[in-house]
C-alpha cells in the first residue's frame, strides 16, 4: 500500500516547500489538476527534478486524446497520468498504449463514474495500472466519502490497482485502510495541516503497518 500526496491550487514554489516537509513520508507525488492549470507540465518537470526519488503523477484528467497527452506528460518526468473513466474506451486504450511505450502507468479516475461496479470492470480489462474511486471537492462539501465506493469496485477489479482519494483525514485513514486499497491519495489532509511532517508520518505508519498485515 502506497501514501500519494495531492498538491492542489499551489504554485510551483509552495509546491516545493510543501514536498520538501513530507518526502520522506510519501511515495507519490501528485501534480494536481489545479497546478497543472496554472503552471502547465512545467509543474510536473520541476517537481521531478527537484525529488528524483519520488514517483510523479500527473492529475491531467484527461477525456480526450489519450495518447498524445500520456506522451506530452511523459517527456516532462510524469510517471503516472490520469485519465477519466466518463471518457470513451478508445481515449483509454490510446493512453494505456502510449504509456506501455513510455514505460507510464495509466490511472483511471472514476470521478462523476454512475454505474462504478459495472464501468470499473469494463476498465479493468482495458490494461489499466489503477482504477481510482474519488469523490471530488465538490461532493466532499455536501459531506459525501469514496470509502464504500472503493469496496464496490475492489469486488470486481481483478487486473488493476486500486486507489482512492477524496476527503481523507488522519482520523479517517483507518476506515479506508480497512477497504485494502493499493493506493491512498491525500490532499488537504496532509497539506492544510500545520504540522505537515507530522500527521504525513503518522498516515505512512499507519498504511506501512496495514501493508505488512
Do not use: W
Not at 507525488?29 to 520541476?46: D, S
Not at 490494461?127 to 466532499?140: A, W
Not at 491512498?184 to 505488512?212: H, P, R, Y
Amino acid at each position: 500500500m502506497e501514501l500519494q500526496l495531492a498538491l492542489d491550487l499551489v504554485n510551483i514554489e509552495e509546491a516545493k516547500q510543501v514536498v520538501s516537509e513530507v518526502q520522506e513520508h510519501i511515495d507519490i507525488v501528485e501534480i494536481g489538476t489545479p497546478v497543472v492549470i496554472n503552471e502547465g507540465l512545467r509543474a510536473v518537470k520541476e517537481i521531478k527534478e527537484a525529488f528524483p526519488s519520488l514517483t510523479v503523477l500527473a492529475d491531467l484528467k484527461v477525456m480526450d486524446a489519450g495518447g498524445y497527452e500520456v506522451m506530452k506528460a511523459s517527456e516532462a518526468g510524469a510517471e503516472i497520468v490520469t485519465i477519466l473513466g466518463a471518457t470513451d474506451d478508445a481515449t483509454i486504450k490510446g493512453a494505456v498504449e502510449e504509456g506501455k511505450k513510455q514505460g507510464t502507468k495509466i490511472l483511471v479516475d472514476m470521478i462523476n463514474v454512475k454505474d462504478i461496479e459495472q464501468r470499473a470492470k469494463e476498465v479493468d480489462e482495458l490494461g489499466v495500472d489503477y482504477i481510482c474511486v474519488h469523490t471530488g471537492y465538490d461532493l466532499q462539501a455536501a459531506g459525501e466519502n469514496s470509502f464504500e465506493q472503493l469496496r464496490k469496485i475492489k469486488r470486481v477489479v481483478k487486473h488493476a490497482k486500486t486507489a482512492v482519494a477524496g476527503g481523507i483525514k488522519l482520523e479517517t485513514l483507518p476506515e479506508v485502510i480497512s477497504a485494502q486499497p493499493d493506493l491512498v491519495i491525500v490532499g488537504g489532509g496532509i497539506t492544510g495541516q500545520e504540522d505537515k511532517k507530522s500527521v504525513a508520518a503518522q498516515m505512512q505508519k499507519l498504511v506501512k503497518q496495514k501493508a505488512l498485515v
